[in-house]
């Protein structure tokens, strides 16, 4: 399908076949294609609907408009505009550190009030059987509600759903997709990631700041709120799609920064998934763009979490906490690389099972549950909610198995849950399900206590399943968070395998679990150079370097073998033409006029107002070719000789084309026949 869609979008709209009709040249490389092109679609079209879209425009129009433009700006004004652009580069990177600062606050105010309303009956009746129940249905009245508000949100803008970052890619693309950069679709997607999280789904909120500082940064340079009335301010410097494809492209990586206190990993971020135009000035304000976010960011959450204004203690919305293992101790070893390749390969392999279960959940969902009703949809998203729910607190509950707490350890002693236990003890299931995501993965990372065997295969289990369920239902949701917690159990597990069953205890259980949620997340969403230096940023340890790339680049070679990475697998999903940096191989022979129509839809230079609205109400494009046709026979000949095609295309409308009198006699000719045989079947029946 990707290839498919790669020679549509190589082509101009006007120019192509439609949806439903193919026109070779008579080759074998044309009777390929429409044969390749026509099976593949009527297969795609059995399965999920299919909408238009439309591309941006990158590529400057030189015209003499723009030339007397051009020539108005004198040397000054030129230094001015690029001086100003990065005054909204700072601009952009602030924003969307307070965005992520209402959500951060937001997430962890709604928790908080959550689990202490839990804990107070849990803690107080832990010996009845009604105390406990009561404490589930509050548990679901907590996680219902907020999963209800966030999908009743996302009713008022849809395109606010999931993560945005598939929306992003395409935008960066060229291809335009409708009100992915909107006001309202920032309100939304703030707000509703904000109760989506706190309601306890296997999201995360990391994911949507990349989608919210791209909208902030098309929004704050155009200067005007389409959302406001139109309101706006006398300055249109930056308008067009060239700029606000680069502010964009800035915006993601400030949202990337912001997430993980990793402004280089946002430039890349950037430029590895995001954008397919990058020059060497976008790169500088880009990561001015990113450092921006981040010290925003981390100026204020140092001041509110930890009373220590101006100290930049808090990076991003996600802390991995100090990796070390003591004096006697080492993070990793050479020997180390032949385990960090073998979790490599199992994270490939999981994260292309998570890949093919999500995708034909999605396939299901667009079909089956997006057609129907909004309220089966904003039940679908509050039945996820409930059921994780359940699962969690049963499985807390019940699975849970109690471990004695290490009580000289610094990072992992934080949100350690004791239900059930005696005192010196701790719940190993509780402690995973019953706090946030972040505060589970640094339990994962740095928790001495032992975990055990049984605890972290069911809560990977439970979290594999539920997160590939709940991605893509109707609230805004991240991956990146859920697919770290599911790899870090996964690489817990095998270092307690390995130190139990194989008796290496030398190995470092926090490196080991890191390993992991690189190799799930990598096979997941198929980053690697980009995702590298984010971990490392994440971590602040340089010498995790080696072994994270290791292992994205396994899990990514593993995960390729059978399908593409979930982002591109739901732009593919929804039909977008997105084109791919390399084209099949299929694709190496063929020509443009293989796959181009040959009945053009095009005007004259004087045409009437009513053939122009017919052509526009009966195409899907917005562009059409103004030609000029030469009826001299000589000057037939010049064209035919210098541009085939060209004739080609101007002699088959003339065949095609009808004249007044031959269109009105046919047409009353066609009324003669329907109702002269519509009376010949009145007599019939009157007989």
């Known amino acids: 399908m990707a290839a498919a869609m790669n020679v549509r979008r190589l082509i101009c709209s006007s120019c192509c076949v439609p949806e439903r009709r193919y026109v070779s040249n008579n080759t074998d490389n044309g009777e390929e294609m429409v044969n390749f092109l026509g099976s593949h679609r009527q297969a795609s079209r059995r399965e999920l609907p299919s909408k238009d879209y439309e591309s941006l425009n990158y590529v400057s129009c030189y015209n003499k408009p723009y030339d007397e433009m051009l020539q108005t700006l004198s040397h000054t004004d030129v230094k001015l505009q690029e001086a100003f652009k990065w005054v909204l580069m700072f601009v952009i990177g602030a924003m969307t550190a ?13 928790t908080k009030w959550k689990f202490s309303t839990v804990d107070k009956f849990i803690e107080e009746g832990s010996e009845t059987t009604a105390a406990i129940i009561t404490a589930l249905f509050i548990m679901i009245a ?6 209800a508000l966030a999908s009743i949100l996302t009713v008022f803008e849809p395109v606010a759903c999931g993560s945005g970052i598939p929306e992003i890619k395409c935008y960066l693309n060229g291809v335009r997709m409708p009100r992915v950069v909107r006001l309202k679709t920032l309100v939304v997607k703030a707000v509703g990631v904000l109760f989506s999280v706190a309601g306890g789904l296997f999201v995360g909120k990391e994911g949507p700041m990349i ?17 406001c009335g139109g309101a706006q301010l006398n300055y249109a410097h930056f308008r067009t799609d060239r700029d606000k494809r680069d502010f964009v492209s800035s915006g993601a990586a400030a949202g990337v920064a912001a997430a993980f206190g990793a402004p280089i990993g946002g430039v890349l971020f950037s430029l590895e998934e995001g954008a397919s135009f990058w020059n060497q000035t976008l790169t500088w304000r880009t990561l001015f763009c990113s450092m921006s976010a981040t010290f925003v960011l981390n100026f204020f959450l140092s001041g509110i979490d930890d009373g220590m204004w101006g100290a930049f203690y808090e990076p991003g919305l996600i802390n991995f906490g100090i990796f070390e293992c003591g004096p006697d101790c080492y993070l990793w070893k050479a020997l180390d690389l032949v385990i960090i390749v073998a979790i490599g390969v199992g994270g490939g392999l999981f994260g292309a099972l998570f890949n093919t279960i999500n995708t034909q959940i999605t396939k299901f969902r667009i079909g089956r549950i997006n057609t129907h009703s909004i309220a089966l949809r904003v039940g679908e998203a509050v039945l996820v909610g409930v059921c994780t729910t359940i699962i969690t607190f049963l499985a807390s509950m019940e699975l849970g198995q109690c471990r004695k707490i290490v009580s000289d350890v610094s990072n992992g002693t934080v949100g350690v849950r004791t239900y059930f236990c005696k005192e010196g003890y701790y719940n190993d299931m509780a402690t995973l399900f019953f706090n946030s995501q972040e505060v589970a993965i640094k339990q994962l990372f740095h ?14 289990i439970f979290f594999f399943i539920l997160a590939c369920w709940t991605y893509g239902i109707m609230v805004p949701s991240g991956l990146f968070v859920p697919s770290l917690v599911c790899g870090a159990a996964y690489g817990r597990f095998v270092a307690i395998l390995l130190e139990q069953y194989f008796g290496m205890t030398n190995i470092y259980h926090g490196t080991i679990a890191l390993i992991g949620a690189a190799a799930f997340l990598g096979g997941v969403v198929r980053m690697t150079i980009s995702l590298t230096v ?33 982002y591109d697998i739901h732009i593919h999903l929804k039909n977008v033409p997105f084109l791919e940096w390399s084209s099949s191989k299929l694709f190496h022979n063929l020509q443009a006029s293989d796959i181009m129509e040959t009945d053009l839809s095009y005007i004259y230079p004087h045409t009437r107002v009513q053939s122009i609205v017919s052509m526009l109400r009966t195409t899907a494009h917005h562009a059409f070719p103004v030609v000029t046709v030469i009826d001299n026979s000589d000057d037939d000949h010049l064209i035919t000789r210098n541009n085939l095609v060209a004739s080609n295309n101007i002699g088959f409308k003339k065949k095609s084309v009808q004249s007044r009198a031959e269109y009105k006699r046919t047409l009353s000719m066609s009324v003669t026949s329907t109702y002269g045989s519509t009376s010949t079947g009145g007599e019939g029946l009157s007989r």
Do not use: R
């Not at 907590?142 to 999963?147: R, T």
């Not at 989608?211 to 959302?227: D, K, R």
């Not at 928790?447 to 990977?460: A, H």
């Open 142 to 147: 907590f996680n219902g509600g907020f999963v």
């Open 98 to 110: 307070l965005v992520a600062l209402f959500i951060d606050v937001g997430v962890k105010w709604l």
């Open 534 to 566: 984010i971990l490392i940023e994440s971590t602040n340890e340089i010498s995790y370097g080696l072994p994270i790339l290791l292992t994205l680049m396994v899990a990514k070679w593993v995960g390729d073998l059978f399908n593409e990475g979930l």
């Open 211 to 227: 989608h919210s500082g791209a909208v902030i940064g098309s929004g704050i340079p155009q200067f005007q709120c389409l959302a």
């Open 447 to 460: 928790q001495e206590g032992t975990f055990s065997l049984m605890s972290l295969g069911l809560f990977f």
